[in-house]
């Protein structure tokens, strides 16, 4: 069964730096997200990305974030200078497209992230 | 702004008992309703995407059902098996424009199936 794939699942950074989240959603889907959940809180929305271009951001979606899709099967995350707070598992997730079941979501397995 | 409740926060059970695990939504506007399931230190499973106007939707062992005007969904698992431990996840999108995907999620229900 096609899937989410992402990489590193572990990323290990010093405060301050960058870091780059790569995802490759599934092939014929139009739709890509990015999640993260802090440990021990909900799952919170990101942003959302089609037609190469974003759809809709959070407030947690600042400008230090910034998501790119430079080819036809990767899907980027990067944070330009990361805190402590940007600890969290980041998941990324695609969708078919939008109505019924179109819009059931495949999420990957997550690139937890550590700043240290 | 859409806020997602789920009820217990955890659950413990032998196994074969059937069970429900309930979620309630604040804005009863919603297209449809996504079940989820998360294994410790994994990502999310798509288990079930209600349409709001579907009552309740059936996979295998798993039934939900949606009652939109209540903002009130259930998730019954049947015949409960230590495969099933793991977190349950309600989660709705937010009403029309272009919040298609963008998931309010709630804090989940740990379950735990012993055997």
């Known amino acids: 069964e096609p899937e989410v794939t992402q990489t590193p699942s572990h990323q290990v950074t010093q405060m301050g730096q960058e870091v780059i989240l790569r995802c490759v959603p599934i092939?014929?889907?139009?739709?890509f997200y990015w999640y993260r959940q802090i440990l021990g809180q909900k799952v919170e929305f990101l942003v959302s990305?089609?037609?190469?271009?974003?759809?809709?951001k959070s407030e947690i979606f600042d400008d230090q974030f910034s998501v790119e899709r430079p080819d036809g099967s990767n899907f980027t995350l990067k944070i330009r200078s990361t805190k402590l707070e940007d600890s969290a598992m980041y998941f990324c997730?695609?969708?078919?497209?939008?109505?019924?079941?179109?819009?059931?979501?495949?999420f990957g397995s997550g690139t937890q992230l550590s700043v240290l | 702004k859409q806020e997602v409740t789920q009820i217990p926060a955890a659950l413990s059970v032998p196994e074969g008992e059937n069970l429900v695990l309930n979620c309630s939504f604040t804005?009863?506007?919603?297209?449809?309703l996504q079940w989820f399931r998360q294994d410790p230190g994994k990502g999310l499973t798509s288990l079930l995407l209600?349409?709001?106007?579907?009552r309740e939707q059936t996979s295998g062992r798993l039934n939900a059902s949606l009652d939109k005007s209540s903002g009130r969904s259930t998730l019954y698992i049947a015949a409960s098996q230590p495969g099933d431990s793991a977190t349950y996840l309600c989660a709705v999108p937010n009403a029309g424009g272009t919040s298609y995907g963008k998931l309010t999620f709630g804090q989940g229900t740990i379950l735990t199936v012993h055997p």
């Open positions: 997730a695609s969708a078919i497209g939008r109505g019924s079941a179109n819009e059931k979501l495949f």
């Open positions: 990305f089609y037609n190469n271009e974003i759809s809709e």
């Open positions: 804005d009863s506007a919603i297209y449809n």
């Open positions: 209600i349409q709001s106007s579907q």
């Open positions: 092939s014929n889907h139009l739709y």
